[in-house]
């Protein structure tokens, strides 16, 4: 067994039997340690209760209980956190993060709580695309994630990235009020997720309006009255909510429904790290990355494909497709220059590909 597997059993297993108790004493060894070229902020999420009691037993947060808003500041990150209770077992989190360094943040269950929330979470971050030394191009990195309790999530942030998610915490007692209505075409589907055993799904950019919903959302959230204002705040929640619903099915991760480990999502997790750490290369391979990893191929693969909908080569590609959709439409940079940042050593290549994955040319995008 490699020195990396010895480390990553000893920290989940010493995770493993955290408690809010003993959350302080154990925190001082674990936070900000460095793994990996990522510093870990890890927390425990039985519910959004504990998240927060977790979080403020951190020492480097400020609490402004009248706000319901956390605050860190430090040379790693800068973020806020605005928290509510919509309605009893519906939360909205609200999270907002400037990156400085490389950093993981990671969850984890007190196994002495119950934990009785999924987590349906809407993210949008910008990072800066180097295409020559002097210049850096903004790009936008969405996803989406839909967690059952339970589920240990590890969350990778670049340094240079900002931006921000909103966390829908849902207990199954409020989805099926919420969810059963014959107006709701896959309410059957989603109770059957709600029934299902830990597991974790993450989508792209699949919501066309997401983006504006999510601003609106924030901007009203900023101006909210925490006494009064719930009930607007669960209409644009939900807004937000059904979009995804309405696009999240065109593949079949939520019916079928597969569980996995946690220590298999923890794996996917990585694999998909190092993959967006070479999209500028080409594809280094299922066997590479599960070496990095350290575990099969076949398993990585498999894994891979229930959590995220894609091979990890198609991944890689469709990665490699949007960023270069998004420099075509915010740059001037030469075609010849994307098809090298998206993994491509031939324009020609490039634009067959770009063609396929889009229906469009590249001078149709780049008038």
Known sequence: MSASVTFTALLLSIFKFMTLDNWPKNIQQYLFLLKDDFFQIPYLFNSPEIMIDSLLKIPVMNHLPSKQVIKL????????????????GFWLLAIYMTIKENIVTRSFYDQ???????????????????????????????????SKPETEISS????GANGGFFSFAITKDWASKNFSSKKFKHSRAIKKFFNGERGSYTWMDIAPKAHEMGAELSAYLKEANIETDN????????????????????????????????????NVAKAEKIILQNLHLPFIGIETIAQEVHTSPTKLKSNFKIVFGFSMLQYHKEKNMLLAMQLLQNSNIHVQNIALLAGYDSASRFAASFKKRFGQLLSEVRF
Do not use: G
């Open 231 to 266: 009930p607007a705040l669960k209409k644009k929640s939900m807004k937000l909510i059904m979009e995804f619903f309405d696009n999240a099915f065109d593949d079949s991760r939520i019916i079928d429904n597969v569980s996995l480990s946690n220590l298999d999502y923890h």
């Open 73 to 88: 500041k430090t040379s790693l990150c800068k973020a806020k956190m605005c928290y509510r209770e919509i309605e009893d």
């Open 156 to 159: 990778y942030f670049y340094k």
């Open 112 to 146: 002495n709580k119950v934990s009785d929330y999924y987590l349906l979470t809407f993210s949008v971050f910008e990072y800066k695309v180097h295409v020559k030394e002097e210049e850096e191009i903004p790009i936008l990195s969405t996803c989406w994630t839909f």
